[in-house]
């Protein structure tokens, strides 16, 4: 699965939310589970998933999904367009 | 937080504004210990009570700390464990039962004043709840030091906890509650996982459907606990990685996850796990497991549970 993808299937698992509700334009205030705790839960996620630990601030700061793409481009995991 | 208090200091402070609260099995020992009448946390509170004492487990205290919360809360609470296991006696949390759902309320006006150790009660409980009462302490301990929300100075202390734990046997000892103190403290702190998000959502179907059988907290917490350690440790390292780096013997504390488990209830508990999985999904506490917790996990349940 590319990562794209496997981003997408984090986020609707974690988010709890429907395909036809993501987006890769999604952002935080979107989503109702992106509370405080989904902000866990993605940083979680993105261990499991990408091997790639977000610091404290790195998953604060994490306030959509573009964010997230940023982050992890940024530590050498690659998003296909 | 909640200081200790010892019973003569408690006895000495009994007058005419104190009452006392207990479970029914509880009520004669209660009685015994204060010469006062003792009361159900279904009671209302007297105007003039300055002094409440609640004697029980984990569901009267936390009752209590209700009642004191929305009725008195100038008046000063006493909770005396009659088991270990929830730290009620301390901590600020309560679990709420709405008639359809358990959650969890976090406020620290439910936090006792005092508590009062008494360990010689836990004799008094049944074997099989002293089982389940240490697999509540031991779900509260191991959730904790791999939540993503523990300090590394509070996984050394839980790991302190846990290589205490491994030296006690299933059964009553003075020292469990004490460690059910500090384990329940801790986990306030990080915060718990998926066991405790199955406890919380299976507790009052699972006893609805079986009404005649102990479908407790306690008891779905030492149930979960060795297949959600499983789960996590397939998924990731985190578990193994922290036993070798705080030296907690992970050949124990495995040999005790499977001591805690019993195949057959949780058989007869799957297909309430497979009804309610999406609200265990959405339970703060799985949301906070050490690993993610997908929609399409429920099947590795039910596959564990078929090996």
Request: net charge negative.
């Amino acid at each position: 699965m590319e990562n794209r993808e496997k981003l997408k299937e984090l986020m609707l698992d974690i988010l709890l939310i429907d395909e036809d509700e993501f987006s890769f334009e999604l952002k935080r205030e979107d989503v109702e589970t992106w509370d405080s705790l989904g902000v866990v839960s993605v940083a979680v996620g993105i261990q499991d998933t990408f091997g790639y630990h977000p610091s404290t601030d790195e998953a604060t700061a994490l306030d959509s999904v573009d964010k997230i793409i940023e982050l992890l481009e940024s530590n050498g995991i690659q998003f296909e367009q | 937080m909640t200081a200790e208090l010892s019973l003569d200091a408690l006895l000495a402070r009994i007058d005419e504004s104190t009452h006392v609260i207990s479970g029914p099995s509880q009520a004669d020992r209660a009685h015994q210990l204060f010469h006062k009448p003792v009361h159900s946390y279904s009671d209302e509170l007297p105007e003039n009570v300055h002094l409440i004492i609640a004697i029980g487990g984990g569901t009267v205290i936390d009752n209590v700390k209700r009642l004191r919360m929305q009725q008195r809360p100038e008046a000063t609470l006493v909770a005396i464990p009659t088991i270990w296991g929830s730290g009620a006696e301390v901590s600020p949390v309560m679990v709420v039962d709405s008639g359809s759902e358990k959650t969890i309320q976090l406020d620290e006006a439910l936090r006792p004043d005092f508590y009062v150790s008494l360990p010689e009660l836990g004799s008094t409980v049944g074997p099989q709840m002293q089982r389940f009462a240490c697999g509540d302490t031991w779900s509260h301990a191991l959730e904790a030091i791999i939540s993503p929300l523990a300090t590394e100075s509070l996984k050394q202390k839980l790991a302190n906890v846990i290589r205490e734990l491994s030296g006690l046997s299933l059964d009553h000892h003075p020292e469990w509650f004490e460690l059910s103190r500090l384990a329940c403290s801790y986990q306030a702190e990080a915060g718990v996982g998926l066991v405790h998000g199955i406890a919380h959502t299976l507790e009052l179907p699972l006893s609805a459907r079986f009404p005649d059988k102990n479908w407790g907290h306690a008891r779905l917490c030492s149930l979960y606990l060795y297949p959600v350690m499983s789960f996590n440790q397939e998924r990731s390292t985190k578990l193994a990685e922290t036993c070798i780096r705080f030296h907690i013997d992970m050949d124990a504390v495995q040999q005790t996850l499977r001591d805690l488990f019993d195949a057959s209830a949780y058989q007869q508990a799957l297909p309430c796990l497979r009804e309610h999985w999406m609200q265990v999904l959405r339970d703060p506490c799985s949301r906070l497991n050490s690993t993610t917790v997908k929609r399409n996990d429920l099947e590795w349940f039910e596959m564990w549970g078929a090996g």
